[in-house]
């Protein structure tokens, strides 16, 4: 099974700042990767898809890189509304797996 | 428009089975995978499984493997999933999402989501 290794699991920023988000697979993944967004009460909400394509209707300042085992999620300029939890999830091979889920809060 | 529109709440008690619904409209249905995820309380996400709306093939996350079920029924577009032998690491949140591929990516069209509360 692949492990997904997401660093750091919380974060404190201010609106305006630039955050990243890793992940790191336990082995190759390719490109396989999205990345999620979570509020509380709510489903999921997939921002990047193949570890870089934005999501339709999702803003520009979300980015995704990376491939192989290493990805990052940056939000360039934190806006009032990203204040959420974000998950990264590999769907190379199953088990799909998560990383443990990032909460960026607000400083 | 896509809905998958889950069946309610559920609160069982240790060592039953829960079965789980999943009904889906505004598209075809054979057309997309179904998956399976849950969040336990204040908890990350788990991917449980999925299955093929064409034929009922499945694959189920080891954790899970001999206590889930997942079935389909196309007559009424519904996916199921029963898990049993329930326990209170159970209590979760559980929701369905399809994926137009075997091994695409979780899309951005999920259930509501189905508390089920595992409690004597």
């Known amino acids: 099974d692949i492990q997904m290794t997401q660093s750091p699991s919380s974060l404190s920023a201010s609106v305006g700042d630039r955050v990243t988000i890793t992940c790191r697979a336990s082995?190759?993944?390719?490109?396989?990767l999205g990345w999620y967004q979570q509020k509380p009460g709510k489903a999921p909400k997939r921002l990047i898809y193949?570890?870089?394509s934005l999501q339709s209707g999702v803003p520009s300042r979300f980015s995704g890189s990376g491939s192989g085992t290493e990805f990052t999620l940056t939000v360039s300029s934190l806006q009032p509304e990203d204040f959420a939890t974000y998950y990264c999830?590999?769907?190379?091979?199953?088990?799909?797996?998560f990383g443990q889920g990032t909460k960026l809060e607000i400083k | 428009q896509v809905q998958l529109v889950q069946s309610g709440a559920e609160v069982k008690k240790p060592g039953a089975s829960v079965k789980v619904s999943c009904k889906a409209s505004?598209?075809?249905?054979?057309?997309?995978?179904m998956h399976w995820v849950r969040q336990a309380p204040g908890q990350g996400l788990e991917w449980m499984g999925i299955?093929?709306?064409?034929?009922?093939?499945?694959n189920y996350a080891p954790k899970f493997q001999g206590r889930v079920t997942m079935t389909r029924d196309t007559s009424t577009s519904t996916v199921y999933m029963e898990l049993s032998s329930l326990r209170s690491e159970d209590t979760a949140v559980y929701y369905c999402?399809?994926?137009?591929?075997?091994?695409?990516?979780?899309?951005?069209?999920w259930g509501q989501g189905t508390l089920v509360t595992v409690s004597s």
């Open positions: 299955i093929n709306p064409i034929g009922g093939s499945t």
């Open positions: 505004g598209y075809t249905f054979t057309g997309y995978y």
């Open positions: 082995q190759g993944i390719r490109n396989d």
């Open positions: 999402v399809r994926t137009r591929g075997a091994y695409d990516s979780l899309e951005d069209y």
């Open positions: 193949v570890a870089s």
């Open positions: 999830l590999q769907h190379n091979s199953y088990p799909y797996s």
